[in-house]
């Protein structure tokens, strides 16, 4: 689970300790997202682009 500061925790301490509410920030938690199979291994950064 992560955070909109992307503090990250697992969703068992999310739920049934931490009560949704980040300790660091104070925001919820969302599920953290996935990333399409064939860019697992590289950083984000690699496929974007600077304007």
Do not use: A, W
């Amino acid at each position: 689970m992560i955070c909109s500061y992307e503090c990250t925790y697992c969703k068992d301490c999310v739920e049934n300790i931490l009560q949704n509410v980040c300790p660091n920030c104070g925001g919820g938690f969302e599920k953290r997202p996935t990333r399409p199979k064939k860019t697992i291994g590289k950083t984000p950064h690699e496929h974007c682009k600077n304007h």
